[in-house]
């Protein structure tokens, strides 16, 4: 008996995320030229060369692609930030300038984060000084912007909204924009608490703090992959349902930024076989054609550029931008 009430409210979460990945998404649905791509940080430590921001930038052309964030760091737990880790950052800026004219490279910053991990304690006032001290060095090679990755910020964490109040007044007073990327929201009201007691992991935030993240920013990604759906259908169907809570809550003249997972992996997590850049983009369309089909300020971010195939980019351009093209 246990088993079978237990299996109601699974069945009932299946049957919904299957609903929400079926229709036809509409042709309105598609790039507005405000996509982004996660760079790995290969492109900063000396590995890249010329010839690969050429090709990086032929693989980019005729794409949405407007923002690339590049892995600047880690910071260290306490904030600060070794510039030994990124020797070519200031060349990488000025040929991707150079070479991809219009397109905004931004620093990415990130870092594990307490109480889950041993690392970026966002609650102390002198880590969150240090990370912002951080963030306003690396502009000195010519980002265009900050783009903070810190993983797992738990929802309510009032030490991370702090952190992007400091950031942002920096990042206005030199003109330059501010970016995070965000865990997905919720999927059921409390949930986010409940993975906190039983498995210690802030997996989700509350629907309400991600809203006042992106007050407090002008683009926001989602992370919306990793998400231990077994089959391609509930996952399609829970990045419709993410797209759908995170377009409820942002402001109209933030960037909402979709995640599509352009990499391969098999564990308990991800499924390689149902999540894929295919999938995500159908349910991202799906949820922005329930809520606010011909938003602008909307678009996919792809992760990562070095796991990427030559299908995850065909299935982009075929799904995403080439929309904008047909008829």
């Known amino acids: 008996m246990f088993v079978h009430v237990l299996l109601l409210p699974v069945s009932a979460a299946a049957i919904f995320l299957r609903l929400?990945?079926?229709?036809?998404?509409?042709?309105?649905?598609h790039t507005t030229g405000r996509d982004a791509l996660w760079l790995g940080h290969a492109w900063l430590d000396g590995r890249k060369t010329e010839a690969d921001?050429?090709?990086?930038?032929?693989?980019?052309?005729?794409?949405?692609?407007?923002?690339?964030?590049?892995?600047t760091g880690p910071l260290e737990h306490d904030g600060s930030l070794r510039a030994e880790l990124s020797p070519q950052a200031r060349w990488f800026v000025q040929v991707a300038h150079r070479m991809l004219p219009g397109v905004r490279v931004q620093s990415w910053l990130g870092d594990i984060v307490a109480p889950e991990f041993d690392g970026l304690n966002l609650e102390d006032v002198a880590s969150r000084d240090r990370a912002t001290a951080s963030a306003n060095r690396v502009l000195d090679l010519g980002f265009d912007g900050i783009h903070l990755d810190l993983e797992p910020v738990r929802s309510g964490s009032p030490g991370f909204l702090a952190l992007l109040d400091q950031v942002h007044g920096m990042t206005e007073r030199r003109h330059v924009l501010l970016s995070a990327s965000a865990p997905t929201i919720d999927p059921l009201p409390g949930l986010h608490s409940a993975g906190l007691v039983l498995a210690g992991h802030g997996k989700w935030w509350s629907q309400s703090y991600f809203a006042q993240v992106t007050r407090r920013v002008e683009q926001v990604?989602?992370?919306?992959?990793?998400?231990?759906?077994p089959v391609l259908a509930l996952y399609g169907g829970y990045v419709a349902q993410q797209t759908r809570l995170a377009l409820q809550v942002?402001?109209?003249?933030?960037?909402?930024?979709?995640?599509?997972?352009?990499?391969?992996?098999?564990?308990?997590?991800?499924?390689?076989?149902?999540?894929?850049v295919a999938g995500a983009i159908r349910g991202i369309r799906l949820g922005l054609d329930r809520t606010t089909p011909g938003r602008k300020a909307f678009g996919v971010a792809l992760y990562i550029d070095f796991a990427a195939t030559p299908q995850d980019w065909a299935d982009f351009r075929r799904d995403w931008f080439d929309l904008t093209t047909s008829g």
């Open 53 to 71: 921001v050429s090709q990086l930038a032929n693989i980019l052309s005729g794409t949405g692609i407007k923002d690339l964030y590049v892995h």
């Open 221 to 229: 990604a989602v992370m919306s992959y990793d998400t231990a759906m």
């Open 20 to 29: 929400e990945y079926t229709g036809t998404p509409s042709a309105q649905a």
């Open 250 to 276: 942002t402001p109209p003249n933030v960037d909402l930024l979709m995640g599509a997972p352009a990499f391969w992996a098999n564990d308990l997590g991800h499924r390689g076989r149902a999540e894929t």
